[in-house]
């Protein structure tokens, strides 16, 4: 048992980034996805073809996760708990000792968690699910013996004793608590058969499918940038989504977990057409490139929770203008450094770009260095973001303005044409009622008088012309039958009058 007291907060610092992934197990969920598991539900069974390159020879891998109904599967927070653990190992004692010394005080330190009861005691079930789940494996790769074998029965860990508690002051006079690797972990781990898992990274992901993914893309980026997976393929056995989904739901099951990975810069962003392509009748594949360079979801920074996830836009906002991660963090935790001062250079980097009367740098994440370092003025010709969109917005409203004053005047313009269009038609509809109640002999006298009545000009010339030859055209009628309206109105006229 180890005698060593709990270090504290200030005693002890982990990376990390320097988590450990074991790569068989990297291949499979080791965790249901939801937050719950159905009642009933023990065990999870994963499933995938794999190519024996020793054997030349394509195998079918099969994973098997089997709990006891006391303590149930394991769900993302137990895996948060067992990637902890192994850290702890890994920068302990490098993994050289099966026997991992810790104290739940230091989980919840690595994890971010509160120090409270009830978090131990979440902590204690991870502790004794882990213990009690049952791993079967056929083709394990063995790095070792240089081949697969067929792996059965096993536990991740043997053995727990839990010495410490919930009273912090109490906890520090307490020996450390112990887990041990199974003889079957421990043997994978040491032959090499491990990876580096950023621990940073895979805590900072909230979604249970991003975590998988996260873990199960990294172990397949290695020595290549781009992956393509069929799409019912990965989401099934490799990330554990259930096999009832289709194409259709696992893509959107699958959004929002992505968007995680690109957020974090772990993998590029894509459109839809992009990320999903269609092979067959309901046969999808699914496309991934990886992010060259160090993600952004290093823990910890500084401040509180609100001032963690402030920085940590901060971040990333630097490392989308070109600054790399390591230099982002370090200049969002310099305290001689605001983060307001951060903002206006960013906002100057941008304006530069957006303007075409201003010459970009060449090398943004340089200048953005240089310029929040060594406190570079703005342009005097530089106007602030928020001064931008308030004089955009002062436009806008004036065009906003201009364009309803004109539609005002439009809309005055086309009553008035209307209204003339309305009497107009009034009119017409009188003089033709009043020639309908005319005989054909008094019409005919009618026209001639009202023809004989004009005015000398155009329009007498034109009803005269048309008077004799009606086939002369449509331009002489409209003089025709101006005169015509107009001598029937002033007998209207008149006949009001009486």
Same mark, same amino acid.
């Given at each position: 048992m180890a005698t060593a007291v709990a270090p504290t907060k200030e005693v002890e610092k982990f990376d990390r980034t320097q988590g450990r992934d074991e790569l068989n197990l990297a291949e499979f969920p080791l965790f249901y996805l939801g937050q719950r598991v159905p009642k009933g539900l023990t065990s999870l069974t994963y499933e995938t073809e794999l190519s024996d390159t020793?054997?030349?020879? /394509?195998? #079918?891998?099969?994973?098997?996760?089997?709990?006891?109904?006391? %303590?149930? +599967?394991?769900?993302?927070?137990?895996?948060?708990?067992?990637?902890?653990?192994?850290?702890?190992?890994?920068? /302990?004692? #490098?993994?050289?000792?099966?026997?991992?010394?810790?104290?739940? %005080?230091? +989980?919840?330190?690595?994890?971010?968690?509160?120090?409270?009861?009830?978090?131990?005691?979440?902590i204690e079930t991870a502790l004794k699910k882990w213990v009690s789940t049952t791993l079967f494996y056929d083709q394990w790769w063995d790095k070792g013996e240089d081949r697969l074998r067929k792996l059965t029965g096993f536990h991740l860990f043997s053995k727990l004793e839990l010495n410490d508690h919930s009273g912090r002051t109490k906890q520090l006079e307490l020996p450390l608590s112990s887990l041990r690797l199974s003889d079957e972990l421990f043997q994978s781990v040491t032959s090499g058969t491990i990876k580096r898992l950023n621990l940073a990274d895979f805590f900072h992901?909230?979604?249970?499918?991003a975590k998988q993914l996260y873990r199960f893309l990294d172990k397949r980026f290695y020595r290549r940038n781009t992956l393509t997976f069929d799409l019912q393929t990965l989401a099934f056995e490799h990330v554990g989504m259930s096999r009832n989904y289709a194409p259709s739901?696992?893509?959107?099951?699958?959004?929002?977990?992505?968007?995680?990975?690109?957020?974090?810069?772990f993998i590029e962003d894509a459109s839809p057409e992009e990320r999903f392509t269609k092979r067959g009748h309901g046969v999808y594949d699914i496309h991934f490139r990886k992010v060259g360079g160090e993600t952004i979801g290093v823990l910890p920074l500084p401040g509180s929770k609100a001032e963690r996830s402030e920085n940590r836009q901060l971040v990333k906002a630097l490392v989308d203008h070109g600054v790399t991660a390591s230099t982002a963090r370090e200049l969002v935790e310099n305290p001689d450094i605001e983060n307001d001062h951060i903002r206006l250079q960013i906002e100057v980097l941008e304006w530069k770009i957006a303007d075409p009367g201003e010459n970009p740098p060449s090398r943004p994440g340089g200048y953005l260095r240089k310029a929040i370092t060594e406190s570079y003025d703005p342009p005097k010709n530089f106007k602030p973001k928020q001064e931008r969109e308030a004089e955009a917005k002062r436009v806008m409203q004036a065009m906003k303005e201009r364009k309803e004053a004109k539609a005002q005047r439009d809309k005055a313009e086309q009553d008035r044409l209307d209204a003339e269009a309305k009497a107009k038609a009034k009119q017409q509809a009188r003089v033709n009622a009043y020639l309908a109640k005319l005989?054909?002999?008094d019409r005919e006298t009618l026209i001639d008088q009202a023809i004989a009545d004009a005015p000398e000009g155009m329009f007498k010339s034109y009803a005269v012309a048309y008077r004799r030859n009606p086939k002369v055209g449509a331009i002489k009628k409209v003089g025709y039958d101006a005169i015509i309206e107009a001598h029937v109105l002033r007998l209207l006229s008149t006949s009001d009058e009486a």
């Open positions: 020793v054997r030349n020879r /394509t195998v #079918n891998r099969r994973f098997e996760i089997v709990a006891t109904e006391k %303590y149930g +599967l394991p769900t993302v927070v137990d895996a948060d708990v067992f990637f902890a653990l192994i850290l702890i190992g890994k920068q /302990t004692h #490098n993994l050289t000792s099966q026997t991992i010394s810790f104290s739940r %005080y230091q +989980l919840c330190e690595l994890l971010g968690w509160t120090q409270s009861g009830a978090n131990y005691k979440r992901l909230q979604l249970p499918i739901k696992i893509k959107d099951k699958m959004k929002p977990a992505i968007k995680e990975l690109v957020d974090l810069g005989s054909a002999n």
